[in-house]
Nanobody
Framework: QVQVVESGGGLVQAGGSLRLSCVASGRPGGRYGMGWFRQVPGEDRAFVAA????????YYANSVKSRFTISREHTENTMYLQMNALKPEDTAVYYCGVRVFGPDADYHRAVGYDYWGQGTQVTVSS
């Protein structure tokens, strides 16, 4: 069974930075994609960023382009999300997803991910 654990959330002022980490354990497989989603109460989980198994391709939601950077250390089953120039509208619970069985084309869809972490809260004050 694959386990996914996020960390790094917290409270930050607008314009500040945070770095989220995600570790996938339990042998998720050689080639698997990973992604970040976020969710606020009453809304669906929304795509933030994704990265392919070898790190060659990165994808971002328009709302975070040029502010957020996704990266991963494949050998360590670890993924990061560097968040800069944070805005109050970035406030949400951030979830890490692992995509083992689904196609890469589903990187932006929450249903395309097979395993999820418990989430980490990010709060940006104005």
């Amino acid at each position: 069974q694959v386990q996914v654990v996020e960390s790094g959330g917290g409270l930050v002022q607008a314009g500040g930075s945070l770095r989220l980490s995600c570790v996938a354990s339990g042998r998720p497989g050689g080639r698997y994609g990973m992604g970040w989603f976020r969710q606020v109460p009453g809304e669906d989980r929304a795509f933030v960023a994704a990265i392919t198994w070898n790190g060659d391709n990165e994808y971002y939601a328009n709302s975070v382009k040029s502010r957020f950077t996704i990266s991963r250390e494949h050998t360590e089953n670890t993924m990061y999300l560097q968040m800069n120039a944070l805005k109050p509208e970035d406030t949400a619970v951030y979830y890490c997803g692992v995509r083992v069985f689904g196609p890469d084309a589903d990187y932006h869809r929450a249903v395309g991910y097979d395993y999820w972490g418990q989430g980490t809260q990010v709060t940006v004050s104005s």
